[in-house]
């Protein structure tokens, strides 16, 4: 059993997987008669040929240290997570080793941040820390196989 420590996530660290969905520093304007900052174009949706669709997906709690057995990747589009909750959940991904995940990573994401995977990225399961959560997720929607999932050994994840 192979053993990884979760890393902080920062939008550096997760670019090679997509963008980390948080605010920017600074806005890029104001709107709304200047009561609300709009943080432009964090991330952009791949959806090939298919449609852009907005769920919210509901996922059971896990506690780490947890056992990482299964990965899933969306080959024709990308796939955002953004957490409804004030709770932080685990992240974790793995670049791809000839149409198989290589070695997972595993990153802390802190409440109110969420993330958008390239199209083909291998991730795990929403997986929020300690307490059941709802996530808005936008990913694609058309023909095609848009699914892969595979068993891996265990990993295991620590803090």
């Given at each position: 059993m192979t053993n990884i420590r979760a890393l902080p996530i920062t939008p550096e660290a997760f670019q090679p997987f997509g963008e980390v969905l948080m605010p920017k520093a600074a806005p890029d304007k104001l709107i709304n008669a200047g009561r609300c900052e709009r943080h432009h174009?964090?991330?952009?949706?791949?959806r090939g040929d298919g449609e852009a669709i907005l769920s919210i997906f509901r996922s059971e709690a896990i506690s780490l240290p947890y056992d990482c057995t299964?990965?899933?990747?969306h080959p024709l589009g990308s796939q955002a997570f953004m957490p409804l909750g004030a709770d932080p959940w685990l992240s974790v991904v793995a670049h791809d080793d000839d149409g198989r995940p290589g070695q997972p990573l595993a990153f802390l994401v802190p409440a109110g941040v969420g993330v958008n995977l390239r199209a083909g990225v291998?991730?795990?399961v929403l997986t929020p820390l300690d307490n059941a959560?709802?996530?808005?997720?936008?990913?694609?929607e058309g023909e095609g196989v848009n699914?892969?999932?595979?068993t891996i050994a265990p990993v295991t994840i620590t803090a």
């Open positions: 174009a964090l991330a952009t949706v791949e299964l990965l899933e990747r291998w991730h795990g959560a709802d996530f808005l997720v936008v990913d694609r699914l892969e999932e595979v």
